[in-house]
């Protein structure tokens, strides 16, 4: 595709999913005996960080392409930059 035109990319992003069925936020919160029996608050709880891939869409000018990655300007001004190899489909809008 060329520069200036206008086109439809989806594209896969990784994100962080967050901690399902709890109320406490992803890094604990609460209050607990240290090892020295001294009162510990907003001890850390460790849990494996779960990733997840979604898929986004953005419509908008293609400002610039390599070979590595592809910068489009939404119709807010706002500017993505999206890797080629994340890109699932890629059309031209009219």
């Not at 936020?25 to 907003?42: A, M, Q, R, S, T």
């Not at 070979?67 to 489909?89: A, L, W």
């Amino acid at each position: 595709m060329t520069t200036g035109q206008r086109e439809r990319i989806v594209y896969r992003a990784v994100v962080r999913g967050a901690r399902s069925g709890s109320f406490l936020p992803p890094h604990g919160v609460g209050y607990g005996l240290g090892d020295d029996l001294g009162i510990v608050l907003n001890r850390m709880i460790r849990s494996p960080t779960r990733l997840r891939t979604i898929h986004r869409t953005v419509i908008g000018t293609v400002i610039a392409e390599d070979g590595d990655h592809v910068t489009i300007e939404r119709n807010d001004g706002r500017r993505v930059r999206i890797p080629i190899s994340d890109i699932i489909e890629r059309s031209a809008l009219r």
